[in-house]
């Protein structure tokens, strides 16, 4: 992505952004489909529907064969994720979250993760957007300042944090969403979770909303804490 009068600056911006360029390109396609020049419009609209039509083919011919479940509401946390269990796959390359977000603060309203309709706090909205496109380091220091985490998690500096913030913003991504997928859904998470390594985002978390396999019983599968997850992971690989 271009980044205007501020590409001599990327050096820097990336060590403060997450990837600047990239987060640049998300919102640079979409800008091109509102160009005075009709040309640049249609290849804009053309490209989008490139990327993202096999998407939702994808995602609405599983959902339904009954393979996986998808949320539809772009108010939603789940909105456009294949989800099997307690894993959710994003496809869109992270798009959904700009999507969702122009929809809350539109509309004033959201769907929590446990399926619920809630009030949109508008700025709350903005800081949570901001503190998720920081660097890990900085980023760690935003939240320490803030005394909590963009997802709402307190950060009190006690060795559970310290554990877990190390965890998180040490270990690689790819690897972080496997062990949370093994965690939550065993081996069927890691069978689905792969798509993590080609650039899919992948969360992995309990809530009440139904699923294709009740959301608690998996057949053939069995909860994992972290350690489990990990020796499963080695077990997987041999």
Not at 18 to 41: C, D, F, G, T
Not at 89 to 107: C, E, H, K, P
Request: glycine fraction near 8%; hydrophobic fraction near 40%; charge should be positive.
């Amino acid at each position: 992505g271009r980044l205007g009068p501020l590409q001599p600056a990327i050096p820097l911006l990336s060590t403060i952004l997450w990837a600047p360029r990239w987060v640049a390109s998300q919102i640079e396609l979409p800008a091109m489909m509102l160009s005075k020049n009709p040309y640049v419009r249609k290849e804009a609209a053309r490209m989008v529907v490139q990327t993202y039509g096999p998407v939702v083919g994808i995602l609405a011919a599983g959902a339904a064969a009954g393979a996986w479940t998808v949320e539809w509401d772009a108010r939603s946390t789940d909105m456009a994720k294949l989800r099997v269990g307690n894993t959710r796959i994003d496809l869109t390359r992270g798009m959904s979250q700009y999507i969702r977000f122009v929809t809350q603060m539109a509309r004033g309203t959201r769907i929590d993760r446990n399926g619920k309709l809630a009030k949109t706090n508008r700025k709350d909205l903005i800081i949570r957007l901001t503190q998720s496109k920081f660097a890990p380091v900085p980023s760690l220091f935003m939240d320490m300042a803030a005394g909590k985490n963009y997802i709402g998690e307190t950060m009190e500096m006690t060795p559970e944090v310290l554990r877990r913030e190390a965890y998180r913003r040490l270990m690689p991504l790819g690897v972080q969403d496997m062990v949370d997928a093994v965690q939550e859904d065993g081996t069927l998470g890691a069978a689905i979770a792969w798509p993590t390594f080609f650039g899919a985002g992948i969360q992995s978390y309990k809530n009440s909303i139904p699923t294709p396999f009740g959301g608690k019983s998996i057949p053939g599968t069995k909860q994992f804490n972290r350690e489990q997850a990990l020796e499963e992971l080695k077990r997987l690989r041999k």
